[in-house]
């Protein structure tokens, strides 16, 4: 069964934090994203990995960084953690090619404060 | 940025009765999926339709692509309150796509029992 695991369910971070969010994927897909949810605003891009050590960035990548130096881990850092990263951040993992079909991982909502 | 738009936001009925979704899209595409969400957890993949495809069918849920209009529909038929969640459509760009889908701000379906 395809799995995808974020390393929290909730997290409380101070403002001014270093965070890392990991996400580890077992199907060995190519494809790894972040993205945050926000009421009314749907699900937005921040980073996108096509391959081990390759990046891009998404529609909202301020704030934030990546880390792939494994297939099957995608990281996402906040270098310093704001009051508007608060949010709902969710992982997920696709193939390179064909369907396009994305698997999700569970969630991490953080809380900045 | 956002390509898909749905429509209801949200979408209040009975237990037994229907329930219809409509997703709006801007570019052409490779094709379109649909996702559910439960309060609080990650995306699972329902449905794809290809773009050359008009109807497709998956036990209680039917989707209907309609290229020239750029839109797609989503029909859960005899609801159940076990279907309450976020639905969402994505779409997969039609040229140089290596994966990512562009997914609309969802709609909210409370089934009442």
């Known amino acids: 069964d395809v799995k995808v695991t974020q390393s929290s369910r909730y997290l409380v971070k101070r403002t001014g934090e270093k965070v890392f969010l990991e996400c580890v994927q077992d199907?060995?897909?190519?494809?790894m994203f972040w993205y945050r949810q926000d009421p009314g605003l749907g699900l937005r891009l921040i980073y996108f990995s096509y391959d081990v050590k390759m990046k891009e960035k998404g529609d909202i990548p301020e704030g934030y960084s990546v880390s792939r130096e494994k297939k099957e881990r995608f990281s996402l850092i906040l270098e310093s953690a704001s009051t508007n990263q608060t949010s709902m951040y969710l992982c997920?993992?696709?193939?390179?090619?064909?369907?396009?079909?994305?698997?999700f991982g569970p969630g991490t909502r953080l809380t900045v404060t | 940025s956002q390509q898909g738009e749905e429509d209801p936001q949200a979408l209040s009925i009975q237990e037994g009765e229907n329930a219809t979704m409509n997703c709006s899209y801007k570019?052409?595409?490779?094709?379109l999926q649909w996702y559910r969400q439960n309060s609080g957890r990650g995306l699972v993949h329902l449905i794809l339709i290809r773009s050359n495809e008009r109807e497709k069918h998956s036990g209680r849920l039917r989707v209907t692509l309609d290229t020239s209009k750029k839109s797609s529909s989503l029909l859960i038929t005899a609801s159940r309150a076990a279907d309450t969640a976020s639905y969402f459509c994505a779409t997969a760009h039609r040229s140089g796509n290596t994966g990512k889908l562009i997914f609309g701000q969802g709609t909210t379906l409370q089934v009442k029992p």
């Open positions: 997920a993992s696709s193939l390179r090619t064909g369907r396009y079909e994305q698997y």
């Open positions: 199907m060995d897909h190519e494809n």
């Open positions: 570019t052409s595409i490779n094709n």
